[in-house]
C-alpha cells in the first residue's frame, strides 16, 4: 500500500468512524416488584439487580454484597410503585466495586437465540416467554430468531458464518440449543457463538441463558479498571479497506468497547485508538484467544496484533 493510499483509506475511515455498534443497553436497576411494597421485597428486588449488574447469579447470596441488600430502600430513587422499583445505579455500583466485586457494562451483547430443530407451537411460544423472562433477570438482550445453524445440505454452519448471519440481523453473539425429539422440555446442547470463541454445555432451557451470560460476564472481583480510558493498538496484516473495516468491526464488538477510530496508517500497519470500559488491560484480555487477530505484544504501553483474514 502506498502512503497517498494510506492517507486516502485513513481519511475515508476517520470520516466513517463512529461509536461501538456492538450491544443494547440494559435496565440494570429497573426491576419488577414482587410481592408489593415492602422492605423484604425491595431487598429481593436488590439481589436481582445485584445479578444483573454483576453477571453473576451467585451475587444474590455474596457475603460480600449483603451490606447493599440489607440497605436496599436507602439505593431508591422515587418512591417504587406497587409493580417496579428503580434504585441508583451509579450508587449501587460504587458500592459493589467496594466490596472488591466487578460490574458488567450495561451495554451488552445483544444475543440471537436459535433453536434447532424449530419447535411447534404451543411449545415455540412457552419456550419463548422462559428464554424472554430468563434474559431479563440475568440482564442479557436477547430474542428467539427462526434461522437454522445449518446449510441447505444439513452440514453445521462455520462460527464464521454464523456471526455473519448474526451481524446481518444486528446481533453481537449466536446462541444455539439443539434438541434431539424436537422439544424443549428436557436437556438441549448449547453452543455459544461469539466473534472471539464458541462455548457449549447441555441442559435445559434456563441453562441456555445461564450458561451464556456465565461465559459473556467479566470475571466476578476481578482486578481490571471500571474506568473507561483509551487503548491504542498497532495491527499489521491490514491492506486494503476491507481488511480495515474488518478489524474495525472486530475490536467494537470487544464487550465494554465505545468507541474505535483510525488514528494512523502506514503500509499495512494501522493503528486504532480504542476506549474502552477498562483501557487496555481490559482489551488485551478480551481479546485473548480470538482467531484473527494473533497477539504480538501486550503491556501497558502497547497492544500489538497480527491480522488473519
Known sequence: ????????????????????????????????????QSSASVQDAMREALVRATGRRESATDP?????????????????????????????????VA?????????RPFTLVVLYPPLP???????????????????????????????????????????????RYGGDAVLVGRSNAGNANGQLQWTLYTNFSSESWSGPLSAGINGAVDN???????????????????ITGVVNLTDYANV??????????????????????????????????ALSHALTGTSHLAQQEASSARLAYQYRP
Open 121 to 167: 407451537r404451543p411449545a415455540d411460544d412457552a419456550a419463548r416467554a422462559e428464554l424472554d423472562q430468563g434474559a431479563i433477570s440475568r440482564g442479557l438482550p436477547i430474542t428467539v430468531v427462526p434461522l437454522s445453524p445449518v446449510d441447505a445440505s444439513g452440514n453445521d454452519l462455520s462460527r464464521e458464518a454464523l456471526m455473519q448471519m448474526a451481524q
Open 99 to 107: 466490596a472488591g466485586r466487578s460490574t458488567w457494562d450495561p451495554v
Open 1 to 36: 500500500m502506498t502512503r497517498n493510499v494510506s492517507a486516502s483509506l485513513l481519511l475515508l475511515l476517520c470520516a466513517l468512524s463512529f461509536d461501538a455498534w456492538a450491544g443494547r443497553p440494559v435496565r440494570v436497576y429497573e426491576v419488577e416488584m414482587k410481592g408489593g
Open 64 to 96: 460480600a454484597l449483603a451490606s447493599i441488600i440489607s440497605s436496599a430502600e436507602t439505593f431508591v430513587k422515587g418512591s417504587p410503585s406497587k409493580s417496579q422499583v428503580v434504585f441508583d445505579g451509579a450508587a449501587v455500583e460504587r458500592a459493589i
Open 248 to 281: 474495525q468491526r472486530l475490536l467494537e464488538s470487544v464487550p465494554g468497547v465505545r468507541r474505535v477510530n483510525v488514528s494512523a496508517a502506514s503500509g499495512n500497519v494501522a493503528m486504532f485508538d480504542v476506549v474502552a470500559r477498562g483501557g487496555g488491560d
Open 216 to 234: 459473556l460476564a467479566p470475571a466476578q472481583g476481578g482486578s481490571l479498571s471500571q474506568i473507561e480510558a483509551t487503548a491504542r493498538v498497532e
